[in-house]
Nanobody
Framework: QVQVVESGGGLVQPGGTLRLSCVIS????????VGWYRQAPGKQRELVAH???????KYRDSVKGRFTISLDNAKSTVYLQMNDLKPEDTAVYSC???????????WGKGTQVTVSS
């Protein structure tokens, strides 16, 4: 059974840093791509950062230069390093995983990030 578990969220002051982790387990297939998404109250879910197994990445404009996504295949873990956090980064952050050879994608339950003074 595939499990996707996020962690690392919390309360941080503006300008602070957090590192989110997304641990993926239980699939017989290799990881193809992982996206970090976020959803703030009353807003649509949006893609924050995306990484493929060829290490190519993409970011939404508002986080470029502040957030970094990385994939540790040995640990089946994807990280989202978030620097210079802003109040508008406050949201629930979730992981979405695509596997090679599988048509189904998987979501974690998310981790809350709150940026406030």
């Amino acid at each position: 059974q595939v499990q996707v578990v996020e962690s690392g969220g919390g309360l941080v002051q503006p300008g602070g840093t957090l590192r989110l982790s997304c641990v993926i387990s239980g699939s017989p297939f290799s990881i193809y791509a992982v996206g970090w998404y976020r959803q703030a109250p009353g807003k649509q879910r949006e893609l924050v950062a995306h990484i493929r197994d060829d290490t190519s990445t993409k970011y939404r404009d508002s986080v470029k230069g502040r957030f970094t996504i990385s994939l540790d295949n040995a640990k089946s873990t994807v990280y989202l390093q978030m620097n210079d956090l802003k109040p508008e980064d406050t949201a629930v952050y979730s992981c979405n995983v695509d596997f090679r050879g599988s048509v189904q994608d998987y979501w974690g339950k998310g981790t809350q990030v709150t940026v406030s003074s």
